[in-house]
């Protein structure tokens, strides 16, 4: 997840500072070191799979794409299980890979992070929980590692965006297994709100049980800037049947925060609902 910090011009001694949000991932915090890191056929992987390549980078892990998705080198190398993708405006996209052997349990631990980021967590699963799934998520046990686990990171702003959250997608049937959350306190300030962090929570995890950004084809909808469809692909994102083709202001999964607790409406729910209910 990725909130846009537009630092423009001093006035007056003053300099202004305007969050323009980013729910999910749309970076532009990337650094033309870790560009350079990345090598040409693996940008045709990424590429390939229907992601951005504008500002990827390499990080620990693997390769994060379009501001707050990992994508691992499993994540590349997988093969399809779907051979068609739909491109259309702005609606719910899902990628090849889900959560698999439903109905389950996926554990949840938090390691390492202020109590506001475990209560985070709390309300989050709470709202996945209220609708129903054939997927429940609970806190994993004291001391333990959950099927998701939520650590901290510590990074400041970088060309106008500062990461709130990344993760990655499923694999193996399995929810993708890591959340890194934003400890610097240009992300959530000093104080971080509940409401906030529960939603950066919700969309990351939306990520992780394989949920696109909604503006998949144009995320300047939510983060500015230039409109960019990635095109078509064989993989990487699905529109789910039933959601709208038109705009979609409100979607938990927009790729940029607008700074508020956003969770989900009801075209999310059909979403969630086609998938996993």
Do not use: W
């Not at 992070?113 to 998520?137: K, S």
């Not at 144009?218 to 994102?237: F, H, I, K, L, P």
Request: glycine share 10%.
């Amino acid at each position: 997840m990725k909130k846009l910090n537009l630092l423009s011009f001093a006035l007056v001694g003053t300099m202004m500072l305007c969050i323009f949000g980013c729910q999910k991932k749309e970076a532009q915090t990337a650094s033309t070191a870790g560009q350079d890191q990345i090598s040409a056929s693996t940008k045709s992987q990424i590429s390939n799979l229907g992601f951005s390549t504008e500002n990827a980078r390499k990080v620990k892990g693997g390769y994060l794409v379009e501001g707050d998705i990992l994508l691992t080198d499993k994540n590349l190398n997988e093969k399809a299980t779907t051979s068609h993708l739909s491109i259309a405006e702005t609606e719910q996209y899902r990628t090849t890979n889900l959560v698999s052997a439903l109905p389950r349990v996926i554990t949840i631990s938090v390691t390492n992070l202020p109590a506001v980021y475990g209560n985070a967590v709390n309300a989050m699963i709470t709202r996945y929980n209220n609708l129903g799934l054939r997927f429940t998520f609970q806190r994993a046990a004291a001391g333990t590692t959950g099927d998701i686990d939520v650590v901290g990171f510590n990074e400041g702003p970088s060309g106008g965006y500062i990461t709130l959250g990344s993760s990655g997608f499923p694999y193996g049937g399995d929810p993708y297994n890591e959340i890194q959350m934003n400890t610097n306190a240009a992300a959530y300030g000093a104080n971080p709100n509940l409401g906030y962090l529960t939603s950066v929570l919700q969309h990351e995890v939306g990520h992780c049980i394989g949920f696109r950004h909604t503006d998949y084809s144009n995320r300047a909808y939510s983060c500015g800037g230039t409109a960019a469809n990635e095109g078509q692909s064989d993989v990487g994102a699905i529109r789910i049947p039933g959601t709208p083709s038109g705009p979609d202001a409100a979607s938990f999964m927009l790729a940029c925060s607008n700074g508020s607790d956003r969770t989900f409406n009801a075209n999310d729910k059909i979403a969630l609902n086609y998938l996993y209910k």
